[in-house]
């Protein structure tokens, strides 16, 4: 015993005494003790150490003696100091001559999830905290005698930051990330995702999409599955994948690039195009060393289509505007399109949001065989082509009855109805479809009440216990609105877990009022709810006479009329909707206008930017670079007919715009151009927590003289911190003018850095990670867009792994995943 009384400890049976002081005397002793006693009894050794962040901490603690004379010793470290979300490892070391089991417990502080609690080496993910907080932890070894010692440590958490160094812009054919960061190609265009179908050649002989990723793929979201595969929110190992698939890179997808025969195109081509399309749903899980990987046969796994049966909702359910030869009574479409930007809904389901859908339709020339009132409502929404996107319509069918091309015509034929051509199809696109991930029986659900739009996005405003459901709406064209719907019905927190999801839909999706923004000068604005009887006329506009609402259906079918109507703001394209968790703060992404959609004489507070932002020796007028905007509902209500509002982030180049158009203060490390999918750190992880994290990336044209598109990371404060500024506009030949808008606080190189950068020609978009934050899926949508089948300028991502790929690789839209090497929380 005199070994243990030289260090000055006093002992008593079975007691156990703790120091939890750095102070490096004790520690000193601690080792001097722990060499005097090897030497006695030559006992079993460890290093004693203590990691935080890569540093080694010294400190020591107790010991005791144990029934064989000789005691447990222990060591940890006496502190730590690091921010939210990083990885902390608690190394304890536990000596003894006998066998050792030890353990780690939290004694203070927020609580946080120990792995390995039952070992001597226990990590956890730093909580969100507000402000410095400290954790303590209590390690503990029994020796085989029974006797146990303990020793205590402190863990200092500082706030969330961003946690690398920003990436530099470049034109590489790799997705490039920060140091510390790992990037796997999740699932690519082409991906068999069924049973037997037959891995992805990648020549433009492949087939049978409806069983493979689409193209173009697009927003995306999680969905998690436990291990007996039913839904599981808090599952960051094994879920479902939901991902839109836009549109084409048509020329990889057969061997020379798309063909037709006299304008007529085959059949067979025709199929892969519109099979490409559409929505996915991809099991993926987290194998062996974190290693992501994707189920084929998975019988989760599934493919909706422009071809997939699906049910019409609300409102408009029944109208005669939607009757086709293939529903006679309105009630009933097939499939879905061009589908951009998303939600989920809080009951376990997933919007998938009609764009670009007005394209795909042939219908010029018919405008004598309908009324001027259909003429004005397809023109508004640009159902004016003379081919349709990719002319399938032209197609030939083998089968007379196969109606899947010839649905593409919309043009009214002579002595025709409703029911004989299929005048009345564009009326079923445009929608936000339901999706029940979990459940392929059921048939997705078009959402009437939604309004049919050029939809971005569908993302919810935070859901309250008996506040209604807000749901945010872009409608991405140049010049279009904002809108919000909200529910009837009052949010009830026992719907969020309901086994039948379509029906919890039907319940908050079904029944409700669609608002359009006014944004005023003076940073407040309105939602003007578009309802039939307080909507005036749309006055009469160029060629289209007055248009006079008939019905709420009508309006539904037309809000952008309706949008005209009420003297709506006309925005620089509003893309996708974020809903900050935390403070409920509603963001926008602008992605751009030029300048014969906004001249410099037409701008307004919430668009408030007209300039040049040259590219190499074009001039690029207009808003090219965008805008974040964000708003704040009256009194945080879902329901508010009023907001308050301002722009977050004002895009721009950093190397040439002036101090009028670099309105944010970016530099090198931090600019962006053309921002559009949006998207908040999840909730479930500190990265979602107390300051959440907004992720950014860009759909851009305007920049990429200097860098592909990217993504970029920010942690942004809130409406009102910054303040009113008048900025003056610079047209072409020198004009001028100025505008008063409302600006958020600056950017820095803290609060915003860019931390991805995509491969030759690609878009980025499609973002959300594992509820635990530590897995992070971002779409890159159509690398090498602007390259041919003979000649691709993208060979990504083959050439992922090693920068390089056999000449003439095809490039493949793909999801990535990345993950902090070290298991923290990406990005923090
Ligand atoms: Fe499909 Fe507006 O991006
Ligand atoms: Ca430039
Ligand atoms: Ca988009
Ligand atoms: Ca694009």
């Given amino acids: 015993m005199t070994e243990l009384t030289a260090h000055g400890f006093a002992y008593t049976d079975g007691d156990v005494d703790t120091n939890t002081s750095s102070n490096p005397s004790l520690n000193a002793m601690i080792q001097q003790r722990y060499s005097r006693r090897a030497t006695l009894r030559s006992g079993a050794a460890a290093a004693s150490a203590a990691v935080f962040g890569g540093a080694i901490l010294a400190g020591c603690d107790s010991a005791n003696a144990d029934g064989d004379f000789f005691p447990v010793i222990v060591s940890v470290g006496s502190s730590g100091a ?5 990885v902390v490892t608690l190394t304890g070391n536990a000596t003894d001559a006998g066998t050792i089991t030890s353990s780690w417990t939290q004694i203070s502080g927020p609580t946080v999830t120990l792995t390995g609690a039952s070992s001597a080496t226990a990590t956890f993910i730093a909580p969100a905290v507000s402000g410095p907080t400290n954790l303590q932890f209590e390690y503990r070894a029994t020796d085989n005698a029974g006797q146990t010692s303990v020793g205590t440590t402190t863990v200092a958490i500082s706030p969330a930051a961003l946690g690398f160094t920003s990436l530099a812009k470049n034109k590489n054919d790799i997705v490039t990330v920060p140091a510390g960061y790992t990037v796997t190609v999740l699932t690519r265009l082409g991906d068999p995702i069924a ?63 798309p063909t037709s025969t006299g304008g007529v195109r085959p059949e067979a081509e025709a199929i892969k195009e519109i099979e490409a399309h559409g929505v996915s749903v991809t099991e993926i899980v987290e194998g062996a060393n974190r290693a992501w990987t994707y ?166 405003g935070n859901l309250a216990s008996g506040k209604k459901v807000a749901v945010y709406l872009g409608d991405d064209s140049r010049g279009e609105y904002f809108y919000k719907f909200v529910s009837d019905a009052a949010w009830n927190p026992a719907d969020a877990q309901a086994a039948d999801r379509l029906a919890i839909g039907d319940k908050y999706l079904d029944a409700g009022t669609l608002h359009v923004a006014k944004f005023n000068a003076d940073g407040t604005g309105v939602w003007v709810p ?16 007055e248009y006079v609402f008939a019905d709420q259906a009508d309006i539904l079918v037309h809000p952008r009329l309706a949008g005209d109507a009420v003297g709506a703001t006309r925005m620089d394209r509003p893309e996708w909707t974020a809903t900050n968790p935390v403070n409920g703060d509603i ?23 007209h300039y040049n932002d040259p590219k190499g020796a074009s001039n690029q007028y207009g808003n090219p670079n965008g805008h974040i905007l964000r708003l704040r509902e009256n009194a945080s209500d879902p329901a508010a007919t009023g907001f308050v509002w301002d722009i977050y982030l004002f895009g721009a180049d950093s190397a040439d715009a002036d101090s009028d158009v670099n309105l944010s203060g970016l530099t090198a490390s931090n600019d962006f151009s053309s921002p559009d999918g949006l998207w908040f750190s999840r909730p479930t992880n500190p990265g979602g927590q107390v300051k959440p994290l907004l992720w950014i990336q860009t759909d851009d044209g305007a920049l990429t003289d200097r860098t592909n598109n990217q993504m970029l990371v920010a942690i942004p404060g809130t409406v009102g911190d910054g303040g009113s500024v008048t900025i003056t506009n610079r047209g072409s030949g020198g004009a001028t003018a100025t505008q008063t808008t409302r600006r958020g606080a600056p950017a820095t190189d803290a609060t915003l850095k860019r931390f991805l950068v995509g491969p030759v020609g690609c878009e980025i978009t499609g973002v959300d990670s594992t509820p635990d934050g530590r897995a992070l899926f971002v779409g890159i949508q159509h690398p090498g867009e602007d390259g041919t089948a003979a000649a691709p300028d993208s060979s990504w991502p083959a050439t992922q792994a090693t920068g390089t790929a056999p000449a003439g690789t095809r490039p493949r839209s793909s999801v990535v995943v990345i993950t902090k090497n070290d298991g923290g929380v990406v990005g923090l």
């Avoid at 690091?82 to 990083?86: A, D, N, Y």
């Avoid at 009132?373 to 990719?390: A, C, D, I, Q």
């Avoid at 992404?589 to 004489?601: I, M, Q």
Wanted: glycine share 12%; proline share 5%; hydrophobic share 30%.
């Fill in 82 to 86: 690091t921010s939210s979300g990083r």
């Fill in 195 to 257: 049973s037997g179908a037959p891995a992805y050649k990648n020549d433009g002989t492949d087939t049978d999409f409806a069983s493979r990723i689409g193209d173009h793929g697009d927003a995306l979201y999680w969905y998690g599955l436990s291990a007996s595969g039913a839904r599981d929110d808090k599952s960051s190992t094994r879920g479902l994948l939901v991902q839109n698939h836009e549109n084409l890179n048509v020329q990889y997808l057969h061997p020379n690039g």
């Fill in 295 to 460: 189920v084929q046969n998975s019988t989760f796994n599934r493919r909706i289509t422009p071809n997939t049966p699906m049910v019409i909702n609300g409102p408009v359910r029944g109208s005669a505007m939607l009757r086709t030869p293939f529903s006679s009574d309105g009630t009933a479409g097939r499939g879905t399109i061009n589908n951009c930007a998303n939600g989920h809904s809080g009951w376990g389901t997933n919007l998938t949001c009609e764009e670009n859908w007005a394209g795909y339709f042939r219908r010029s020339g018919d405008d004598a065989l309908r009324t001027p009132r259909e003429v004005t409502g397809l023109r508004r929404y640009g159902v004016t082509s003379s081919t349709g996107s990719y002319g399938w319509s032209t197609v030939v069918a083998a089968d007379a009855t196969d109606t899947r091309f010839r649905r593409w015509d919309a043009r009214a034929t002579a002595g025709g109805t409703a029911a004989t051509d299929w005048r009345n199809e564009p009326n079923q696109f445009g929608w936000v479809v339901e999706i029940d991930p979990y459940d392929k029986t059921k048939a997705p659900r078009k959402r009437t009440a939604l309004g049919r739009l050029g939809h971005e996005g569908a993302w919810l």
């Fill in 530 to 545: 578009l309802v039939f009887g307080s909507v005036p006329n749309r006055p009469a506009t160029g060629s289209d006479a």
């Fill in 587 to 609: 963001y926008l992404t602008l992605t751009n206008n030029n300048a014969s959609v906004r001249p410099l004489g037409g701008t307004d507070a919430a668009n408030p930017r």
